[in-house]
C-alpha cells in the first residue's frame, strides 16, 4: 500500500508541475472564499498548461462527430462559470442579449461543432481569463455568510464548488483530447 501511495504521489507530481499543495485565501478574501478562488484557479492554471501551446489544427480537433472540439471545451468552461455568476450574485439566467454569447457554448452539441471553430487557442483562454476575473471581483465583495445562503435549491458555496468540480472534469478531458491529437 505505501508503495501504491508513493506511485500515486510521484503521477500526480509528474502530471502537475504547477501545483501548489495547499489552499490559501488569497489577500482580500474571506477564509472559505478564499479558498475556493485558491482551487479555482489552481484548475485554472492546469487547464491552460493543457492547451495552451495548441496549433489552430489543434484547437479545433475534433476526435468523433459526437465530441466537441479543444477551443470549445475551454469556452463551454467560460460560459458555464459566467452561469454561475449570473445565478448566485443576481439570482437569475442569462438575459436574451447574455444567451445569444453563452448559450452555444454553455450548450455545445450539433450547434457548438459548427460554430466554435476557428478561432486561436488564445482568443478561448482570453474569453476564460475575462470570467474568471468577474468571478474573483464579485466573489471579493462578499464573506463566508454569503457562501451558505441559498440560491435556489443550493448554497452559494455548493454551486461554485460545483463549477470547480465541472472544470476538474473537463481538465481530465482535454487531457484525454490532447493525448489523441494527430501527429
Not at 499543495?21 to 492554471?45: C, F, Q, R, V
Not at 470549445?72 to 452561469?83: C, D, M, Q, R, S
Request: aromatic residues 10%; proline residues 3%.
Amino acid at each position: 500500500m505505501k508503495r501504491f501511495c508513493t506511485i500515486l504521489l510521484l503521477l500526480v507530481v509528474s502530471i502537475n508541475t504547477h501545483a501548489q499543495y495547499e489552499l490559501k485565501a488569497p489577500k482580500g478574501y474571506t477564509h472559505d472564499i478564499g479558498n475556493m478562488i485558491s482551487m479555482l484557479d489552481n484548475l485554472k492554471e492546469r487547464v491552460e498548461s493543457i492547451v495552451k501551446d495548441l496549433s489552430q489544427q489543434q484547437t479545433d480537433f475534433l476526435i468523433d462527430e459526437n465530441a466537441n472540439r479543444i477551443g470549445a471545451i475551454i469556452y463551454h468552461l467560460a460560459a458555464t462559470e459566467k452561469y454561475y455568476q449570473l445565478y448566485t450574485f443576481e439570482d437569475r439566467q442569462f438575459n436574451e442579449e447574455e444567451n445569444n454569447i453563452w448559450s452555444v457554448p454553455l450548450s455545445l452539441g450539433d450547434k457548438g461543432r459548427e460554430a466554435l471553430q476557428g478561432k486561436p487557442i488564445k482568443y478561448y483562454l482570453k474569453i476564460y481569463d475575462d470570467v474568471r476575473k468577474e468571478t474573483k471581483k464579485l466573489l471579493k465583495e462578499k464573506n463566508d455568510a454569503w457562501f451558505t445562503e441559498k440560491t435556489g435549491p443550493m448554497t452559494n458555496h455548493w454551486a461554485w464548488f460545483h463549477v470547480m468540480e465541472h472544470q476538474a472534469n473537463h481538465m481530465g478531458q482535454l487531457a484525454f483530447l490532447t493525448k489523441r491529437l494527430p501527429k
